[in-house]
């Protein structure tokens, strides 16, 4: 096929600083790939090369832009993507293949689902960045006025010993019923607190907790999660693992309870394919998740995700990043009560 394959960088800015424990982001360096095929007129695709600095494996500074041209060279001379070729660049292959995938549809509906056709939404949970007591209280409050049921905390910045009055605070005011606390700890804990910590934690009725101690300590990991009274999710700890053989083995040696696959860090939409049914096979729960793209790349997983369940979504997922941005890309996408919309 007869393929053309154009770049635009784009720098988001983003409406608030979004601080984890390994820094913050005030803007987001993006790419997006237009692509063509003489075999269909008039169609256009369009995806997202949205690489996270110091998280993706292929973020590169210096190099990006080269080797992402150079990839959209061969595939012009090729006629085809390569995925194999391109497991090293999972941001580059997702924005690839979600650029294909548009040109196939011949719109933003990349799929026919219920939730493309508007008719069903999809459960997300609503996302409080890390901030002081009171930043992050107004900002739960925020989430749970909009209708949010269950709501992801970032913590690991402003100090365990507040953030655990935080998280009793919420209990006084919210029971696990009335709200679902999630926590992202983004590696924040050692591996020697890690325990202690998460048995203070254990009282207050967390659902998950995302990657306690850093990746990259497997056996430590193993440990946590096999004495950990809170369950444990994955979500570094998959970036940089490229080939089939190596997720299974990461997940049967860790066993941990989740797994959140992000495709822009995870192997974009083949290799997050690849991780589901790795986790579906050993009995672990998985949700998807944004990585802080756009609304073109926000758009690409939403759908996959409601193809890939077949519309019946059983976990709240984290596709609320959608808002972040004071730039953003127009779109079909909207955030109604607790569930993201595709409203054309």
Known sequence: ????????????????????????????DVWYVRMTA???????????????????????????????????QTIETTGHIDAERLRPYPSML?????????????SPRLFDTAF??????????????MGDFTTMM?????????G????????????????????????????????????DANGAFRPDEALGKLEQLAPYAIHSIEQPIRAGQPDAMARVCRESPIDIALDEELIGVHKP????????????????IKP????????????ANEAQRLGIGHWMTSALESNVGLNAIAQWTAHHFCDAVPLPQGLGTGLLYENNIPSPLQIIGDRLWYKT
């Open 116 to 129: 493309s056709r508007g008719e069903a939404g999809i459960v997300i949970n609503g996302l409080v960045w």
């Open 38 to 72: 003489d075999e269909l007129p008039g169609r256009e695709g369009l995806g997202e090369c949205a690489p996270l600095p110091d998280l993706s494996c292929d973020a590169l500074p210096g190099q990006y832009e080269t080797i992402l041209r150079r990839e959209c």
């Open 1 to 28: 096929m007869g393929l053309h394959l154009t770049l635009r960088p784009h720098r988001l800015r983003f409406k608030e600083e979004a601080r984890t424990s390994r820094g913050s982001y005030n803007v987001h």
């Open 264 to 275: 822009s860090l995870h192997g974009a939409l083949s290799g997050a394919d690849e991780w």
């Open 148 to 183: 949010f049921r269950c709501v992801k905390l970032k913590i690991g910045a402003i100090g365990f010993d507040d953030e655990l009055e935080l998280i009793r605070h919420i209990r006084r005011r919210f029971s696990a019923t009335d709200v679902e606390l999630r926590l």
């Open 245 to 260: 053989e190596a997720k299974r083995a990461l997940l049967e040696t860790v066993r941990p309870h989740y797994i959140i």
């Open 94 to 106: 997702f924005g690839l293949e979600t650029a294909w995938l548009h040109l196939q549809a011949g």
């Open 138 to 146: 107004q900002r739960l409050e925020a989430k749970l006025h909009a």
